[in-house]
């Protein structure tokens, strides 16, 4: 089964949806660990990250370029475009997923980028 509807249904929401919308895909239990901030937990709180998210970087686009699933985890690239102090900039990076019951439990993003000027794209993967 794929879990590429759901995590573009997902990407949408973050694009343009209501904090609703976000909630909605997540489990009320979720997770997302990112190398760039703590971790954010519960389907509403995530909803409220990603409000303040699309807050500062007003009109970016979240996109799938690629998701490979099985079983409950898949895999995905996206990138991610907008413009920051005048100029375009697109960031490209990868995530992992696990998908409880139709709904995303956890998201593990594994880049860093530097959220004051998002020209320099992908600064650093902290992992071995």
Same mark, same amino acid.
């Given at each position: 089964m $794929?879990?590429?509807p759901?995590?573009e249904?997902y990407f949408?929401a973050c694009t343009a #949806?209501?904090?609703?919308d976000?909630e $909605?895909?997540?489990t009320?239990d979720?997770v997302?660990?990112?190398? =760039?901030? /703590?971790?954010?937990? !519960?389907a509403?709180?995530?909803?409220?990250?990603?409000?303040?998210?699309?807050?500062?970087?007003?009109?970016?686009?979240?996109?799938?370029? $690629?998701c490979? !699933?099985?079983g409950?985890?898949?895999a995905?690239?996206?990138t991610?475009t907008?413009?920051h102090?005048g /100029?375009n900039f !697109? +960031?490209? #990076? !990868?995530?992992?997923y696990r998908?409880t019951q139709g709904? +995303?439990?956890?998201i593990?993003? %594994?880049w860093?980028?530097n959220?004051n =000027?998002? =020209?320099? #794209?992908?600064?650093?993967?902290? %992992?071995?």
């Amino acid at each position: 089964m $794929s879990h590429q509807p759901l995590i573009e249904q997902y990407f949408e929401a973050c694009t343009a #949806g209501t904090a609703a919308d976000i909630e $909605s895909c997540f489990t009320p239990d979720a997770v997302v660990f990112d190398t =760039n901030h /703590k971790p954010v937990r !519960s389907a509403g709180g995530i909803a409220d990250f990603w409000v303040q998210i699309r807050a500062q970087w007003a009109g970016a686009v979240w996109r799938v370029d $690629s998701c490979v !699933s099985e079983g409950d985890s898949a895999a995905i690239e996206w990138t991610m475009t907008g413009t920051h102090d005048g /100029k375009n900039f !697109s +960031i490209r #990076g !990868s995530e992992h997923y696990r998908v409880t019951q139709g709904r +995303i439990a956890e998201i593990h993003q %594994y880049w860093t980028f530097n959220r004051n =000027n998002p =020209n320099t #794209g992908l600064v650093d993967f902290p %992992y071995a």
